[in-house]
């Protein structure tokens, strides 16, 4: 058990009114939808919905869509969490909870950064960072993480490191475990998407490639560790793209056909494409051509839900490269070039996030 959850039960015994003990009850539930816990935490949400209901209180209505929305959000990464948290958000404000509005802000950052809504994941981030009491850790942990992930999608490393330590001193004063397992995800994801991107441009640094590979091993090593039970399928995901750069074929192969039904039902739909192209040139690479005509079919399949011009760009790259090898050199070339207006694209994204994120600092 984390120490989190040990000093919430102690508090939940100690805790003589209702109210008090209900709130504490909340953040428990909160703490193990993080956990992955699901099941469990699912079934604290009812007792709390019903306390809710019997209570009639703003604030405990609030951390009822609270935590029904970062179930969702843990286990699926479902956009329909974001409703919740806004919600939740609305009904802290309103009552005044100064703690739980920068935690719904903050949640909120995250749900709008997954959306790839510039303005508001910056506007959020900011309110948390700026309502957060000073021992707020929670709040102000997740209000950095989304600061630094930005950063990192706006290809500033620099900029983003210093919010990933203040994310992680947070994390360690709250003494959340799940925090940061989500932080080693997080710095895994983005240095292996950055890889993955220059390796199907034929641009990666094989060095940098196996360093990521390792700390990726680590972070599954983590979780393994402390029991986290969400997002399972990523970190071998981000494995098997960082393999096949290596030229690790038939290992990378084996890691994606394992995963990639987890990872659909872990909220990756967007994302199948990316990872059967990494596939898809595997079995080219190997000489397994009815294979790739198979992953073919599946690729053109899943293109259409692709959402973020990294990965259409690396898709469309890895595509260039696999049908030139099974002879059709015009859909190739087609390729090629659809995989540099992505980059393009994605380069102007990356500005546009840099623009934004410069109004954010840590006085904010």
Partial sequence: MSRLLERLDAQIAQAEEVFERECLKSKRAAVLARHGQ?????????????????????????????????????????????????????????????????????????????????????????????????????????????????????????????????????????????????????????????????????????????????????????????????????????RAQLMTVLGQYDAAISLFDAQLPRARAEGHVHREARFLADALFAEVKLGRIDEAVKRLRAINAAMPLMTEHDDIAATHARLAVAVRALGRAEQADAHAAQAETALEMHRAEQRRWADALAAVDFET
């Fill in 38 to 238: 699901f099941s469990e935490a699912r079934f604290a949400l009812q007792g709390l919905r019903s306390q809710s209901q019997r209570l009639r209180n703003p604030v405990l209505s609030a951390w009822v869509a609270f935590v029904d929305g970062l179930i969702e959000h843990c286990e699926s990464l479902s956009p329909s969490a974001r409703a919740k948290f806004q919600r939740a958000y609305d009904l802290a404000s309103t009552a005044g909870d100064a703690e739980l509005h920068a935690l719904c802000a903050a949640w909120l950052a995250i749900a709008d950064f997954n959306a790839n809504d510039i303005d508001a994941t910056v506007a959020h981030a900011k309110e948390a960072l700026r309502l957060a009491p000073p021992a707020a850790h929670a709040a102000r942990a997740r209000a950095a993480l989304v600061v630094a992930s930005a950063w990192r999608v706006a290809g500033d490393d620099g900029r983003a490191i210093p919010w990933y330590k203040v994310a992680r001193q947070h994390a360690a004063t709250e003494g959340d475990v799940s925090l940061v397992s989500v932080l080693l995800h997080n710095m895994a994801a983005f240095q292996a998407g950055r890889i993955s991107l220059e390796g199907a441009f034929e641009r990666a640094d094989l060095a940098d490639a196996q360093r990521v590979l390792l700390e990726a091993e680590s972070t599954g090593n983590y979780d393994a560790g402390v029991g986290n039970g969400q997002l399972m399928a990523e970190v071998p995901l981000l």
